[in-house]
């Protein structure tokens, strides 16, 4: 079969560096930074049309869509491994044979890989809407402890997506769109005493940490602009107090004075590598 050479953008051969794997991950292996090409890829992929018909194809497949983890950030803690769905929507004069969707972290395909998320399946499943257009559908395995071995791995990664069409042309784009990996993130909240007289003082505490791939633990995740929000009894609505800065080990503390029942929490906006969080809110009966 016959693979054309052109691509959206061009891969040549992988250069790897040596990775110092922290001691946490040491006894799950390295992980595997072996990202294919599109000709490594689709090379076993015989499409059907392409054995059938010696004609001299010139457009390439178009991509209309790719979705990965149903367009959400894909947020990991600590331990647990997480399967997302991946899916490509792509159209030729042909119909479409395979898809392949990958995650890779780095600057440049070539020369500058540190992270890689790769597909489960040996082949997509291509679901056909019309004789030219078809959904193919995929799913990736990420697991903190292999992959996401350095804290420096959260934020934006690399979205590759290519496909082939049954008569055996290819698109491929390593390019093709960006997608957030996220250390997962918990915040806890404390309103005191409880219950407290009207007008008296109430000192509210919490705690803002976020996973450490390293250490695969939680640690606190200082200096971030963290909301103190209040819901008065009856209603269901939230309304902001105040903003604090977290401290040392994520440390939370403000006061305020009593007035009403109802509840308290802390509201974490999120940043680029760690998620929003919400506190769930705490009770306070003012006598």
Same mark, same amino acid.
């Given at each position: 079969?016959?693979?054309?050479? =052109?691509?959206a953008?061009?891969?040549?051969?992988?250069?790897?560096? %040596?990775?110092?794997? &922290?001691?946490?991950?040491?006894?799950?292996?390295?992980?595997?930074?072996?990202?294919p090409?599109?000709?490594?890829?689709f090379?076993?992929?015989? $499409? &059907?049309s392409a054995?059938?018909s010696?004609?001299?194809?010139?457009a390439?497949?178009t991509?209309s869509?790719?979705?990965?983890?149903s367009?959400?950030? @894909?947020?990991?803690?600590?331990?647990?491994?997480k399967?997302?769905n991946?899916?490509?929507?792509?159209?030729?004069?042909?119909?479409?044979y395979?898809?392949?969707v990958d995650?890779w972290h780095?600057?440049?395909v070539?020369?500058?890989?540190?992270?890689?998320l790769?597909?489960?399946e040996?082949? %997509?499943?291509?679901?056909?809407?019309? $004789?030219?257009?078809s959904?193919c559908?995929?799913t @990736?395995?990420?697991d903190?402890?292999?992959d996401?071995?350095? *804290?420096?791995?959260?934020g934006? !990664? *690399?979205?590759? $997506?290519?496909? @082939?069409s #049954?008569?055996?042309?290819? /698109? !491929?784009?390593?390019y093709? %769109?960006?997608?957030?990996?996220?250390?997962?993130s918990?915040?806890?909240?404390?309103?005191?005493?409880e &219950?407290?007289?009207?007008?008296k003082?109430?000192?509210?505490?919490g705690?803002?940490?976020?996973? *450490? !791939?390293?250490?695969?633990?939680?640690?606190? +995740?200082?200096?971030?602009?963290?909301?103190?929000q209040?819901r008065?009894?009856g =209603?269901? =609505? /939230?309304?902001?107090?105040?903003?604090v800065t977290?401290g040392? +080990?994520?440390?939370l503390?403000? =006061?305020?004075?009593?007035s009403?029942?109802? +509840? !308290?929490?802390? #509201?974490?906006?999120?940043?680029s590598?760690? &998620?929003?969080v919400? $506190?769930?809110g705490? /009770?306070?009966d003012?006598?």
């Amino acid at each position: 079969m016959r693979i054309r050479s =052109t691509v959206a953008v061009a891969t040549g051969v992988l250069a790897l560096a %040596a990775l110092a794997v &922290p001691a946490a991950q040491a006894d799950q292996g390295a992980p595997s930074l072996d990202k294919p090409t599109a000709t490594e890829r689709f090379s076993g992929a015989e $499409a &059907p049309s392409a054995r059938q018909s010696a004609r001299a194809a010139t457009a390439l497949p178009t991509i209309s869509k790719v979705t990965v983890n149903s367009g959400k950030d @894909i947020v990991l803690g600590t331990t647990n491994a997480k399967t997302i769905n991946v899916s490509v929507t792509a159209s030729h004069a042909s119909g479409i044979y395979d898809a392949y969707v990958d995650l890779w972290h780095g600057t440049n395909v070539e020369t500058d890989i540190d992270g890689l998320l790769m597909m489960n399946e040996e082949a %997509a499943t291509c679901t056909a809407s019309s $004789a030219t257009t078809s959904t193919c559908k995929m799913t @990736i395995t990420v697991d903190p402890q292999v992959d996401l071995y350095a *804290n420096s791995l959260a934020g934006s !990664w *690399n979205v590759t $997506a290519g496909v @082939i069409s #049954n008569d055996g042309e290819v /698109y !491929w784009n390593d390019y093709h %769109a960006k997608h957030r990996v996220q250390r997962y993130s918990k915040l806890t909240v404390n309103a005191s005493p409880e &219950p407290v007289v009207k007008g008296k003082t109430i000192t509210v505490t919490g705690n803002l940490t976020r996973a *450490n !791939w390293e250490t695969s633990k939680y640690h606190g +995740y200082t200096n971030q602009s963290v909301k103190l929000q209040f819901r008065k009894k009856g =209603t269901d =609505t /939230y309304s902001t107090v105040k903003t604090v800065t977290s401290g040392s +080990y994520g440390a939370l503390k403000t =006061t305020v004075t009593a007035s009403v029942d109802g +509840y !308290w929490r802390w #509201n974490f906006a999120g940043t680029s590598t760690t &998620p929003a969080v919400k $506190a769930t809110g705490d /009770y306070v009966d003012v006598q």
